[in-house]
């Protein structure tokens, strides 16, 4: 497991305990250390990963992350500005690098994400999204059977 990763897992620990202020500590240490901001209030599921360890990546704190997600670096996963709501990853998510995903959407299972893209509205799951904005390219057919 990567460092950036590990110490959102300590952060969310202490999280889930309602020991806010250590939860905090971790967040900021991830922020110093790795120049990434995973807050320990996002909810991401089993088997995550940053690239390049994170530099860049910036989560925000009411996300919700599936399982085997890898999220690139220099991305950014928030809430739109004029709206409350953040969005939600399905599992076996691909989010390429330099992307910024934003919004209340949600982007289905095994959806992969081009680099360089601009996600605000709902991906399909089983999709190829790429652009600015981002739209579905082509349908994983792949991804279905697993």
């Known amino acids: 497991m990567q460092p950036p990763v590990i110490i959102y897992r300590i952060s969310r620990f202490f999280y889930d305990l309602k020991i806010k202020p250590i939860s905090w500590l971790f967040d900021y240490s991830n922020r110093l250390f790795f120049k990434c901001w995973i807050p320990g209030s996002a909810r991401i599921g089993k088997n995550f990963t ?6 860049g990546v910036i989560i925000h704190s009411n996300t919700i992350i ?10 950014t996963i928030g809430k739109k500005i004029t ?3 953040v969005p939600k990853l399905g599992n076996n ?8 995903i934003y ?3 949600s982007i289905g299972d095994h959806a992969v994400i081009g680099p360089l893209s601009l996600v605000n509205t709902d991906i399909p799951a089983n999709t ?5 904005p981002a739209k579905p390219i082509k349908e994983n057919s792949s991804s279905k059977d697993t």
């Open 50 to 55: 940053v690239g390049y360890w994170g530099i």
């Open 66 to 75: 599936g399982d085997n997600c890898q999220v690139n670096q220099n991305t």
């Open 83 to 85: 709206t409350n709501g």
């Open 93 to 100: 998510v691909y989010i390429g690098a330099n992307c910024v």
């Open 103 to 105: 919004g209340a959407i």
């Open 128 to 132: 190829f999204a790429a652009g600015v």
